[in-house]
């Protein structure tokens, strides 16, 4: 009997405080893809990666001293929003000139991890050294068979993607469904059903929102800043939680051989919007502790 392999993918997420020349190359990258994004516009919203390269890749020559894989990844990310601008027209949403605005570089080639870290090219015979958490080395020597398939640098943040071939699961003999409610998720099927409790994730949303209300200094770049930390802080506590019941009931389904099923969500965040006779408040509740993942 033939066993099909399937390609697991996983990202790694760490901290990290880019160097001179590494901000230096985020500033070119981001360059460089807006640059894709004007030729793409300025061709009849060409959106196909291929076609986008020839356009393009010639006139990002005059980037002399950045490795050209980083302006093949480049023209990928700029092909990927011209096409999500694309499905906004398609679907009927108003839409503007796409730019990319922060400083980031992706790329998937010419990397590799060596001695616990990650040399990147950043010119011509010339690498960064990037040291790895005990985290992430952990997770890569856990098993031979994860490969790190690409990187993603920004000035807060080092992300590894990383996959890895897992046989598929044969032998199913029933489905789990999925329901996820504000307060609480339930799974299960007619011999099983299981509740988790998620007031802990509306308890968080509710006391961020009100230390949000209570900053009084009128300056608006200071609350922006502290305003975003207080979102990265809810936004990591909560997928602490998710993660932690999500990985239950994979755990579970994968033991019992259950087919997971989830209920169809498509335009869920329309429900809770504006004119949908509901209150302010009410709205407000259900899409800011509401997670829709």
């Not at 230096?24 to 919203?45: E, F, K, P, S, V």
């Not at 302006?71 to 906004?88: E, F, Q, T, V």
């Not at 992300?159 to 032998?171: F, M, N, Q, R, Y």
């Not at 900053?215 to 800043?225: E, G, L, P, S, T």
């Amino acid at each position: 009997m033939t066993v099909f392999q399937v390609l697991a993918r996983k990202s790694i997420k760490q901290s990290y405080c880019p160097s001179k020349e590494i901000l230096c190359l985020m500033h070119h990258y981001r360059q460089m893809t807006n640059d894709a994004i004007r030729i793409g516009l300025a061709n009849n919203n060409v959106s196909a990666l291929k076609k986008l390269s020839m356009l393009s890749y010639k006139e990002l020559k005059r980037y002399r001293n950045v490795p050209s894989c980083y302006k093949l990844c480049a023209i990928s990310k700029a092909a990927g929003i011209l096409a999500s601008r694309k499905k906004s027209i398609k679907r009927g949403h108003p839409t503007k000139d796409p730019y990319l605005k922060k400083s980031i570089v992706v790329s998937c080639y010419s990397f590799k991890i060596v001695n616990g870290e990650l040399r990147i090219p950043i010119g011509r015979g010339k690498y960064e050294f990037i040291s790895l958490n005990a985290h992430t080395v952990k997770i890569l020597a856990s098993d031979p068979d994860i490969k790190v398939r690409s990187f993603t640098l920004t000035e807060r943040s080092l992300s590894l993607c990383i996959a890895k071939e897992v046989p598929e699961i044969t032998g199913i003999t029933s489905a789990a469904g999925i329901d996820r409610n504000l307060r609480n998720l339930a799974t299960g099927n007619p011999s099983r059903v299981a509740y988790y409790d998620m007031n802990k994730i509306v308890e968080i949303g509710e006391t961020t929102k009100g230390i949000i209300k209570s900053f009084v200094r009128n300056d608006f770049r200071i609350r922006k800043r502290i305003t975003s930390k207080y979102g990265r802080r809810k936004k990591n506590r909560t997928q602490s939680i998710l993660n932690l019941v999500s990985n239950d009931i994979i755990t579970f389904c994968s033991l019992n051989r259950l087919a997971i099923v989830f209920e169809d969500i498509t335009n869920i965040r329309s429900m809770y919007g504006k004119g949908n006779y509901q209150g302010r408040k009410y709205r407000r509740m259900m899409n800011n502790n509401w997670p829709f993942t």
